[in-house]
Every structure is written in structure tokens, then in C-alpha cells.
């Protein structure tokens, strides 16, 4: 069954700490989508990436980082330098996009819960 | 920025009804525009998508209309079930999200 895996679905970690979260997607799928969403929000975009080695900062990129080594793989960072990390993160991939935006409706995962007291 | 938003964040509708879920959108160049259900603690799911050369879209109990003169996106579910009962987002071609209504559907 093709799909994205996110894992782990819960985490916790200290404040101070940076924390990795993993997606990965074998729908090769070229584009991949990191969101963040707050308890009763919609979802907002962190980062996202069109192709291997290259991703573009979203709507609230401070605070995190990503990299995009395979096209299986998009981890998302979230730094110490994130102030409110405590969040419920989505990762999803899409198979087209153009230069103003995704062509297919995206595909997700089923999130990571991060808890950071 | 341009930015996608819904009319309501609360619905509630009575089994065996028909709902209607509205989206505004501001970007009048935008071209493509997706519906996504969210239920409880799991990643948005697409449920039909529309582009601008077109109107009204059908699928299985559903139906995504489209006002571009207006800017404006509904989505009509028919013979609404429990199983109904989620978060509806719209979204357009950049992939942004409006903050989504919850729609609950009573027995």
C-alpha cells in the first residue's frame, strides 16, 4: 500500500531541545509539505520542497528546518529557537506542481504530536 | 498574502440531510481549488477537487461548486451520515488552508 508514514505519532521533548520528526512517502511523489496545526486551526505551511535538494520556506519557516536528501524523505527540525512548538505537525506530498503551486491534491500522513514542556 | 477562508466554523445537520459548506477564496488567479475532510487525530483526506474551467463537480455524494465571479467554493454533501461528522477544509492551488469547519452530524 503506497502512503505517507510519519513517525513517531507522539513525542516529547524538554524545552531547549531540537527534535527531528520523520516523513517518509512511497508514492514518488515529487513534492512534500510539512504543516503545522493548532488545537480548533486550520493547518499552516511550514515548508515545502518541489524536487530533491532544494525546499522553500512556508508561512511560518522560523524556528524549524528541513532537508531533502531522497525523494522518499522530507524531516522537518523543530530548533530550541522555536518559541510555541508544542503543536499537531502533518506531513503530505503531492505528484505535480508547478511553479505556483500543487496540480493533485496532497496526500498526508496522520501526524506527529509534539509536546515540548 | 492571498489566503482561503470559510463562511462558519460550526455545522450541525440532522442525519439523512443535505449540508453545505462554504469557502471564500481572495486569489481571483487561482485555478485549483481541493476539499479535504479531517476527522479526529488523523492527516487531512481529499474528497474532490475543481478546476477553474469548470463550475460544478460531482462525486460520490458530494458536489464542489465553483463561483468565480463571487470567489466563492461550496461543498455539498447529500444524505449526510454520522461518518460525515469532521473538519472540512478548502484549499487552493498554494496549499493553503482556511481555519476549516466542523461539521456535526446528530442521529
Redesign the interface.
Known amino acids: 500500500d503506497g502512503g ?1 508514514t510519519q513517525s513517531p505519532k507522539y513525542l516529547f521533548r524538554k524545552e531547549g531541545q531540537n527534535v527531528t520528526l520523520s516523513c517518509e512517502q512511497n508514492l514518488n511523489h515529487d513534492a512534500m ?1 510539512w ?1 503545522r496545526q493548532d488545537p480548533g ?5 511550514i515548508y ?1 520542497s518541489q524536487i530533491v535538494n532544494d525546499f522553500q520556506k512556508g ?1 511560518i519557516a522560523e524556528g524549524y528546518s528541513v532537508s531533502r536528501e531522497k525523494k522518499e524523505s522530507f524531516p522537518l527540525t523543530v530548533t530550541s529557537a522555536q518559541k510555541n512548538p508544542t503543536a499537531f505537525y ?1 506531513c ?1 506530498s503531492s505528484a505535480i506542481r508547478d511553479s ?4 493533485s ?7 506527529t504530536r509534539l509536546t515540548v514542556t | 498574502g492571498e489566503s482561503v477562508g470559510l463562511h462558519l466554523p460550526t455545522l450541525s445537520v440532522q442525519e439523512g440531510d443535505n449540508s453545505i459548506i462554504n469557502c471564500a477564496y481572495s486569489n481571483s488567479a487561482s485555478d485549483y481549488f481541493i476539499w479535504y475532510k479531517q476527522e479526529s487525530g488523523k492527516g487531512p483526506q481529499f474528497i474532490i477537487d475543481i478546476r477553474s474551467n469548470m463550475d460544478k463537480r460531482q462525486g460520490q455524494r458530494v458536489t464542489v461548486l465553483l463561483n468565480k465571479t463571487v470567489k466563492h467554493l461550496s461543498l455539498q454533501i447529500a444524505a449526510t451520515q454520522p461518518g460525515d461528522s469532521a473538519v472540512y477544509f478548502c484549499a487552493e492551488k498554494d496549499m493553503r488552508f482556511g481555519a476549516g469547519t466542523r461539521l456535526t452530524v446528530k442521529p
Do not use: K
Open positions: 505517507i509539505y504543516y486551526q486550520g493547518l499552516r505551511l515545502y508561512d502533518l503530505a505556483w503551486g500543487a496540480v491534491p496532497l496526500h498526508f500522513g496522520n501526524g
